[in-house]
Nanobody
Framework: VQLQAFGGGLAQAGGSLRLSCITSRRTGSNNAMGWFRQAPGKEREFVATISWSGTSTQYADSVKGRFTIFRDNAKNTVYLQMNSLKPEDAAVYYC?????????????????WGQGTEVTVSS
């Protein structure tokens, strides 16, 4: 399974970006998917996850109310809509496919990872 994430770039604080992650085949449609991020000098951290059906989502407290994860299984794509961006949101964002149809915040629950897309937020 290959994942390709894109949509990162430079945004101003308070602005918005939408990240997309396309999986190479329909495997992702039976699995939960998630977004993680890693800032320079920091550990990878969970951002959001969505169940295979799209009916269940979970967010890190730091992004709750600002970010929205959603998916289109017909397009093998998961999205992360990021609003009200803050400088502390700057990081490389990675999408991942989980082992099962539901997953939480533990990165060990995910077995396929994309290459990452960088988000920069100017203050």
């Amino acid at each position: 399974v290959q994942l390709q994430a894109f949509g990162g770039g430079l945004a101003q604080a308070g602005g918005s970006l939408r990240l997309s992650c396309i999986t190479s085949r329909r495997t992702g449609s039976n699995n939960a998917m998630g977004w993680f991020r890693q800032a320079p000098g920091k550990e990878r951290e969970f951002v959001a996850t969505i169940s295979w059906s799209g009916t269940s989502t979970q967010y890190a407290d730091s992004v709750k109310g600002r970010f929205t994860i959603f998916r289109d299984n017909a397009k093998n794509t998961v999205y992360l809509q990021m609003n009200s961006l803050k400088p502390e949101d700057a990081a490389v964002y990675y999408c991942a496919v989980a082992r099962g149809s539901y997953a939480g915040s533990d990165y060990k629950s995910y077995n396929y990872w994309g290459q990452g897309t960088e988000v920069t937020v100017s203050s």
